[in-house]
């Protein structure tokens, strides 16, 4: 079942970063839904590699400095930031059970979730 999930966030993830290559950016209901599904994922998951996917995804959606303008820009960056500490404990519980290359995936992922969040809220204010 985690393997499944991995692969909606994928595909969601998808959507998402086709709308936020558009220029000018212009965030429509799809790309809100694609938003608001990753940042529930990052979250809420229970699984290690669905949250290490989901994080990267959102990552991923909001990179381009066009989504700067994205209304909800704000309140995902807090739930990015929240999710980071949990995040970065259950990757070290999961350590032992993690096969190395998906460990490495999710620190690489952990470790650029705070610069991620530090670069866009710079940008914002």
């Known amino acids: 079942e985690p393997d499944l999930r991995c692969n909606i966030v994928g595909l969601i993830s998808l959507r998402a970063q086709q709308t936020a290559a558009r220029e000018?950016?212009?965030?429509?209901?799809?790309?809100?839904?694609a938003v608001?599904?990753?940042?529930?994922?990052?979250?809420?998951?229970?699984?290690?590699?669905?949250?290490?996917?989901?994080?990267?995804?959102?990552v991923d959606a909001l990179a381009p400095?066009?989504?700067?303008?994205?209304?909800?820009?704000?309140a995902v960056l807090a739930g990015?930031?929240?999710?980071?500490?949990?995040?970065?404990?259950?990757?070290?519980?999961?350590?032992?059970?993690?096969?190395?290359?998906?460990?490495m995936h999710a620190k690489e992922v952990y470790l650029n979730l705070r610069r991620f969040?530090?670069?866009?809220?710079?940008r914002l204010a």
Do not use: H
């Open 36 to 58: 608001a599904f990753l940042a529930e994922a990052a979250g809420g998951s229970s699984d290690v590699m669905v949250q290490t996917e989901a994080l990267d995804a959102l």
């Open 80 to 103: 990015i930031d929240a999710a980071a500490a949990d995040f970065g404990a259950k990757i070290k519980r999961e350590r032992a059970r993690l096969a190395q290359d998906a460990y």
């Open 65 to 74: 400095d066009g989504t700067d303008a994205f209304p909800g820009m704000a």
């Open 117 to 122: 969040v530090k670069y866009k809220r710079a």
């Open 24 to 33: 000018p950016f212009a965030a429509d209901a799809s790309y809100e839904q």
